[in-house]
């Protein structure tokens, strides 16, 4: 696998459609995808493997905000650093539009997904309560603060 993280087009589209679909039980739609191609706070990026899209994310950057809306990985193609690879831009993402912190919800069943923000340095901040439907459950909202990183920058 060769992967390369691109900006998402209109070409990825049906691919990251079909992810969601396969992901989620209430999945992001082409044409919900689409119209964040002309938003300009939504950041979306896919992971390729040639012409073959393997995972995607979605920010959305609002002033010092950023908020991730999704991140999956075809099955086929997990464990093997895709995700990681995705939260990485984001971060770099985040920190170059002047982001102070990036924030998601989580199922708290996803372990998975739990493990992959923690190993990032995402911490529980908060509880949204019967947040998700099918089924129903809280959602857990982790974030990562960026500070540290800039004063190392300096
Ligand atoms: C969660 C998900 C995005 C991880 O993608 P991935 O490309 O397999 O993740 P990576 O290979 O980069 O794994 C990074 C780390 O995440 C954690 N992780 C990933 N999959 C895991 C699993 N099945 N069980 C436990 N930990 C897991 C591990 O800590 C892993 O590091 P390691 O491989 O060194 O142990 C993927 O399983 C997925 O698409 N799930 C369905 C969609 C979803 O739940 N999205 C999150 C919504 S909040």
Redesign the pocket.
Known sequence: MSLILKPIKKEHLESVAELEKI??SQPWSYKSLEEELTNDTAHFFVALDGDRVA?YIGLFIVCESCFVS????FPE?????????LIGRACSCAVEYGADFIS????PS????L??YT?FGFTEMGLRKNYYRDPTEDALIMTKLFDEQREEKV
Do not use: D
Not at 77 to 85: F, L, N, Q
């Open positions: 992901c989620f995972g999704n991140i999956a990985v193609y997990r464990r093997r650093g895709v995700a990681t690879a998601l919800e989580v199922r996803n372990s998975a997904a493990s992959l190993k």
